[in-house]
């Protein structure tokens, strides 16, 4: 069993819909990251939280320590929002910096 | 400030050729990372660095080397190319080990033939 699991694998939404992107993990963490990969490629970080939540723009994430699990949001989706949406964490007993990373949710909003 | 930065960009190699990939960041921090990222899987860790001179193994380090001998660049050296390392290289780097963000490079594409 992974580590960290990340639901759904794929979601296509129309241009405006409320997304919600899921991610459950295994082992204790001190922290959770959201990350964005572009269609291009590039990789950029769009939050790391420990507890409760966060909010930049239209994205919003959420962590639930207790049971283990973290959402993203975003609202009033965007076609410029499709991308791949990793969710990484942070754990205890890992070695010192690296995250364990889920296998991403590809997002596809339609116009 | 350019960031992380990866050269080269795309690269095919032979099996059994050697190539180093270079990874440069500007932002003075102790931390660097290089990752793998395959099809249907997740980013994984080859190897990384806590500060200058210092290496260690990630989750799946056979088959590559690094060094660190700045503390602003980061080397990912593959000696015999095999074709299980077609892939997309990450650097990444950070401020510290504990909650705070990394920072990724654009990636690098190797194909080995």
């Known amino acids: 069993k992974n580590e960290v699991e990340q639901s759904p694998q794929n979601l296509t939404a129309q241009e405006g819909e409320f997304i919600t992107i899921n991610c459950s993990y295994s082992v204790g963490i001190s922290a959770l990251h959201w990350l964005q990969q572009h269609p291009g490629g590039g990789i950029v970080s769009l939050f790391m939280l420990s507890s409760g939540k966060k909010k930049h723009g239209r994205l919003i994430a959420t962590i639930n320590i207790q049971e283990k699990h973290s959402s993203l949001h975003i609202t009033a989706s965007h076609p410029r929002d499709s991308a791949v949406y990793i969710c990484a964490v942070k754990n205890y007993g890992g070695s010192q910096g690296n995250l364990i990373f889920g296998k991403g949710t590809k997002l596809s909003v339609k116009p | 400030n350019a960031g992380v930065t990866q050269t080269p960009k795309f690269r095919v190699l032979k099996t059994g050729q050697s190539m180093t990939l270079l990874c440069a960041q500007d932002m003075n921090h102790e931390y660097m990372y290089w990752y793998r990222q395959d099809p249907g899987m997740g980013l994984r860790l080859i190897h990384y660095?806590?500060?200058?001179?210092?290496?260690a193994k990630g989750e799946v380090p056979d088959g590559y080397n690094v060094s660190r001998l700045k503390k602003q660049n980061f080397l990912l050296g593959l000696e015999s190319a095999a074709p299980s390392q077609t892939s997309v290289y990450f650097c990444?780097?950070?401020?510290?080990?504990?909650?705070?963000?990394?920072?990724f490079g654009p990636g690098t594409r190797l194909t080995v033939t």
């Open positions: 660095s806590v500060g200058e001179g210092t290496t």
């Open positions: 990444a780097s950070s401020y510290s080990a504990v909650s705070y963000e990394q920072y």
